[in-house]
């Protein structure tokens, strides 16, 4: 496709994808000719790739499509008026496998819930023909989130991230930008999503209201009055949101003539931004776009734009956020997110999709409902084509481009209200407020409803029921564990399980360095490759099942495809790339699809990004302080987890280190397998699971923490500085029940290179002298990584003399109801842990008592008529003595007193201050 709308001919193209051809006008200002100014890109897309192709509009005209393609990019095509229909129907013919797999659509349905018969006619794929009323069952039920709805009615509506005119939109959701805590359980801090933007203000609307009455075509054209001459979504308000973040920046720029624009006028701060959308800025009725849910990036200026100062004097720099956001981005997306899926948005968003998509927004009820705008806004009232003066012609183009468009109208009807929350997440027992107690006490009481069907074994690890037998066993230690709907499959170190279908079965682990592929449900050897590379293989890794990773002692990554050119022929490996960037042995490989990552660690201590579609360096994460033992990827938010020596890093998609923290095993020992929690992106207890040659699986999360920066009044100011934070010491977990780790701190200002180079603090800001030391004593937020109790032991753990058979964690894995987790150890057992089906009540965690002849506290020596007592918080064995002590336990929903230990009884009184020394047995 041209700049003017020309497309290369299909039949010019191979047959078996398609070909685009853009051409791009150089930025050079000499003279152009047929070779100089002109770049020509050229983008081959093969039919295989294609997912969906849904019709779109462009300028308020029916003459363009979006297509989108299996590696996540997506082209949004303008071609000419009448030639959109012939050149699906061409598309058509020959993309003959477009997908009917749910999960490799952008709907993410499958075609048997689908009813193509009441869908718009939008194109091809499961998008095209799925409808929106059948999508509306989906989020009613609960089965998709609020964030996935309302991205799959924008793309319904035409709203595509390739053209800012319609660019998706979301809403305002909160009000409150000024507390430091946020209680999203408050129905006062939300919205009225009843109202658009323009009509939260009484007085404000007064104003649009008074102005309608008095307003005058000044054209002549006999326009229609209206409330709002700006739209709630236009090209510039997406830009300045991401002003600071490339290539909107540069879009930015393009709009404002090639500089910023008043710095006043800047988005600069969510609460200021807020306060001018809803209530005092008659212009300005701009809604969200989606990033202010998934996207910390934009709200940091990374790339140091000089944006100018405002009329105060204060430079503008990063978005400033709420303090309720800790003074983090990342902080920010998450709540902000959670709020997003909170019960009060969740049945209350209909009433905004009836303003934005539905009923509300033409005609009687847009007008009752004060959600009147610019006609020229909506589709069908202006045909451009048949403007025949030039002048007004322009005029009307150059309208849309500025203001965009309103999106397709969708339902002609009031939309349902949601029934049911998407993840509701159960009753956190692992914090000591005084609410979450009572919530917990009135649970078990029954003067509440506990929703057990919705726990998650992560919110409730203290009563994971261990088993008494494992599920599987095989002959060597387990490398991976995979849960399918109604199996599980397991298979020994050397072997991994090819996605998507977990059908087939790769080993590398035979001596002459081969690959052979199996049938996972015959086991049935389909084909042998031989002499692929030089070197051990030490890791295997893929995303699709079509691409192979291989990797070991040559330090380089060898790519290979699977291909199989006929349905009865053998499979045959076709090597692609080698990708270099390693200087030892790599230990460790792992992929995301859905980000298009790949993730190689080695032994010179270096962890590198490699992309998946183009097989290309992206990044090397900061220099690691010892090889890498294990990587982790979180598929819902590409947050990145690595392990090196005793310390695991937690890093961002983007690679910068937001905290590190010090795993504290003993010598000798390593982590050797690591995993997180992907239930729900927006949960602030989402965990990272560990296991480790000692045969203990623990616990982390990611949490903040406040940290006091007070200091000594400085001699001089224009000598301030900020000093490196010291780690803060912390002991090591030594038994059950004892206080958890709290890792050391890392400012991001002081995150070491590539190169071990330990960068410059950001510069404090050029502000009035109280208010910089004001920012310098005030408390502020960081994370660390805490240990959560207890830490998996039975069966597996070293260090427990009931142990009969101990062996190192090789695998984990957890089911994909959350309720169930797998760990397979050296000896080739796959353990399954499981949630209680009854809240309440003990779980049998406690070690066998035959195997203990002493108190574990006193090491006085039990006699025949001694009786040995165990704690009921961490399990472990006691005399008499040293177990008088009795304490509630809320964590565990235990509420009266009931036998512990004086580690345990201690750790209890610092938690709730109220105990009791009663002796219950």
């Known amino acids: 496709m041209s700049t003017n709308g020309d497309l290369v001919d299909l039949k010019e193209a191979p047959i078996d994808s398609i070909l685009l051809v853009t051409y791009e006008e150089s930025s050079s200002y000499s003279t152009r000719n047929a070779f100089g100014d002109v770049q020509v890109h050229c983008t081959k897309i093969p039919y295989e790739d294609l997912r969906e192709i849904l019709k779109r509009r462009y300028m308020l005209r029916e003459n363009s499509m979006e297509l989108f393609c299996a590696d996540g990019n997506s082209h949004f095509i303008v071609v000419l008026q009448n030639s959109l229909n012939k050149i699906i129907e061409k598309i058509k013919e020959q993309a003959k496998t477009m997908t009917d797999k749910g999960e490799q659509s952008v709907v993410g349905i499958s075609k048997e819930e689908s009813t193509s018969n009441e869908g718009f006619s939008l194109g091809l794929g499961l998008f095209a023909t799925s409808s929106e009323k059948n999508i509306t069952n989906l989020w009613e039920k609960g089965t998709i989130s609020n964030f996935q709805y309302l991205m799959y009615l924008n793309t319904l509506a035409g709203r595509s991230y390739n053209d800012l005119m319609q660019y998706p939109v979301y809403p305002w959701v909160l009000t409150d930008y000024e507390s430091e805590e946020l209680d999203l359980s408050d129905p006062r801090i939300y919205r009225d999503f009843s109202k658009p933007m323009g009509a939260l203000s009484p007085q404000r609307l007064e104003s649009y209201i008074t102005r309608r009455a008095d307003y005058e075509d000044p054209s002549g054209d006999n326009i229609e009055s209206f409330l709002y001459g700006t739209p709630f979504s236009s090209a510039m308000i997406v830009a300045a949101y991401m002003v600071r973040l490339e290539p909107y920046s540069q879009h930015f720029l393009k709009l404002q003539g090639g500089h910023f624009d008043l ?3 800047m988005f600069n701060s969510i609460g200021e931004a807020w306060s001018s959308a809803s209530s005092y800025n008659m212009p300005d009725v701009k809604e969200l776009i989606p990033e202010f849910f998934y996207l910390p990036d934009f709200f940091t200026n990374h790339n140091y734009f000089k944006l100018g100062r405002k009329q105060n004097g204060v430079p503008l720099n990063d978005v400033i956020l709420p303090p309720w956001a800790k003074g983090d981005p990342h902080e920010f997306i998450r709540i902000h997110r959670e709020a997003l899926e909170s019960e009060y948005v969740s049945s209350h968003l209909h009433e905004w999709i009836d303003l934005i998509f539905g009923y509300k927004q033409k005609g009687k009820p847009a007008d009752e409902a004060n959600n009147v705008f610019h006609p020229w806004f909506y589709e069908g009232n202006i045909d451009i084509d048949r403007i025949t003066d030039p002048i007004k012609r322009n005029l009307v183009i150059g309208f849309i481009k500025n203001y965009g468009q309103m999106p397709r109208q969708l339902f002609k009807r009031p939309h349902k209200q949601r029934r049911y929350m998407t993840l509701p997440l159960s009753p956190t027992i692992t914090h000591n407020s005084t609410s979450q107690q009572n919530s917990i006490q009135a649970s078990a009481e029954g003067e509440s409803k506990y929703d057990q069907t919705n726990l998650v074994f992560y919110h409730d690890f203290v009563n994971l029921q261990p088993p008494t037998q494992p599920s599987k066993e095989l002959r060597g230690p387990v490398g991976q ?50 002499d692929l590379q030089l070197g051990k293989i030490n890791a295997v890794a893929s995303a699709d099942g079509k691409r192979i990773f291989t990797a070991g002692d040559s330090s380089v990554i060898h790519v290979w495809e699977i291909k199989q050119f006929s349905f009865k022929g053998k499979p045959s490996l076709i090597k692609q790339a080698i990708l270099s960037g390693h200087t030892a042995p790599i230990t460790c490989l792992t992929t995301s699809a859905s980000y298009a990552l790949l993730l190689s660690g080695s032994e010179d201590c270096s962890v590198i990004m490699w992309d998946l579609n183009h097989l290309e360096f992206i990044r090397q994460l900061a220099k690691h302080p010892s090889p890498i033992a294990a990587i982790a990827i979180n598929s819902l938010t590409g947050d990145i987890v690595t392990s090196s020596g005793q310390k695991l890093f937690y890093w961002t998609v983007n690679g910068e280190l937001l905290v590190q923290g010090n795993h504290y095993l003993k010598l000798g020992y390593r982590i050797s397998v690591i995993i997180t929690s992907e239930y729900c992106e927006w949960d602030p207890h989402n965990v990272i699971l560990t296991g480790s040659t000692d045969g203990v699986v623990r616990i982390w999360c990611v949490e903040f923490v406040k940290v006091s920066n007070f200091r000594k009044k400085p001699k001089k100011l224009d000598h301030l500085s900020l000093d490196k934070p010291k780690s803060r010491s912390s002991t090591p977990i030594t038994e059950l029940g004892e206080e958890p780790i709290i890792s050391e701190v890392i400012q991001p200002s002081f995150i070491p290179d590539i190169d071990g180079i330990t960068q410059a603090p950001s510069p404090i800001p050029d502000v009035p002298t109280r208010e910089r030391v004001n920012a310098l004593t005030r408390d502020t937020w960081e994370r660390a990584i805490t240990e959560r109790i207890p830490r998996l032991t039975l069966h597996t753990s070293y260090h427990r003399r009931d142990n009969p058979d101990p062996g190192a964690i090789t695998a984990l894995t957890i089911s994909r109801d959350y309720k169930k987790l797998f760990i397979g150890d050296s000896n080739g057992r796959v353990w399954q842990w499981n949630l209680p089906e009854s809240i309440g009540g003990r779980t049998d965690r406690w070690i066998n008592t035959k195997k203990y002849d002493s108190c574990l506290d006193c090491k006085s020596k039990f006699t025949v008529t001694d009786r040995k007592h165990h704690c009921r918080k961490c399990g472990n064995i006691f005399c008499s003595r040293c177990s008088k002590y009795s304490a509630e336990i809320p964590e565990m929903r235990i509420f009266k007193a009931v036998r512990v230990c004086l580690g345990c009884y201690r750790l209890l009184v610092n938690q709730s201050g109220e105990c009791t020394t009663e002796d219950p047995f």
């Open 481 to 530: 564990i995979v849960v399918l709907d109604k199996s599980i499959l397991a298979y020994e170190t050397g072997n991994i399980i090819l996605p998507p279908d977990f059908n087939r079965v790769l080993s590398y682990s035979s001596y002459d360095n081969s690959l052979r592929l199996f049938s996972a449900e015959q086991d049935k050897l389909l084909a042998v490759f031989e």
């Open 263 to 265: 710095a006043d006028r």
